[in-house]
């Protein structure tokens, strides 16, 4: 996979300086190079470089407002419950957290209907607790939207203005972040219940 450069921007600028992130969806971990605080990285995929394996469509196990960014690279536009995903990010995320958000747009040739196009992208997101930072900086904001129109990403760089807090029930990473706690929570295969919206 050859990596786009305006990505790899995107992580290294949002991640540096943070103390913990979350990789949703982190796959073969091509970004790993980019990443300039400690991560957290789940996805579904037995074969990915997860450390933790869990379904996205159920709920992120770790506690309420515990990381200080997180990323998704080509994700969320192929899990069928977004909303529900989005909403455990916010919920996971600290209050004026950083979420990064890539998907594959309508010019992808994506043969499913898995793709989303700019606005989508930004609606969901707002109604799902959070608000651009993109547009804070212009050189950003203006490669972001030279490059929706021109290859095959919807970015979107946004801020956490809302909770959507919800109780879990067990296993859940406590929100001290010594690095014994977060290889423990590295190591951990969480398999739990969330209750439901």
Same mark, same amino acid.
């Given at each position: 996979?050859?990596?786009? +450069? ?109 793709? +989303? ?28 939207? +030279? ?21 879990? #029930? ?13 290889? +423990?929570? #590295? ?11």
């Amino acid at each position: 996979m050859s990596k786009h +450069w305006f990505i790899a921007h995107l992580i290294k600028k949002y991640t540096n300086g943070k103390n913990i992130g979350l990789d949703v969806g982190v796959g073969k971990d091509n970004w790993s190079d980019f990443k300039k605080c400690d991560f957290i990285d789940v996805d579904i995929n037995k074969q990915s470089k997860s450390d933790i394996i869990i379904d996205l469509e159920q709920h992120l196990p770790f506690k309420d407002s515990f990381f200080d960014v997180v990323i998704s690279i080509n994700v969320l536009n192929y899990v069928k419950k977004s909303r529900q995903v989005m909403k455990e990010i916010n919920r996971v995320l600290k209050m004026d957290g950083i979420f990064v958000c890539i998907v594959d747009n309508p010019n992808s040739n994506n043969e499913k209907d898995d793709t +989303w196009s700019q606005t989508y992208l930004d609606r969901i997101l707002s109604l799902t607790g959070f608000k651009t930072i993109l547009k804070n900086n212009l050189k950003d904001f203006l490669y972001a939207k +030279w490059f929706n129109k021109t290859s095959v990403y919807a970015f979107a760089v946004v801020k956490k203005i809302e909770n959507y807090e919800t109780p879990l #029930k067990k296993d859940v990473v406590t929100n001290k972040k010594t690095k014994q706690e977060i290889k +423990w929570a #590295k190591s951990y295969n969480i398999k739990t219940t969330h209750p439901e919206d």
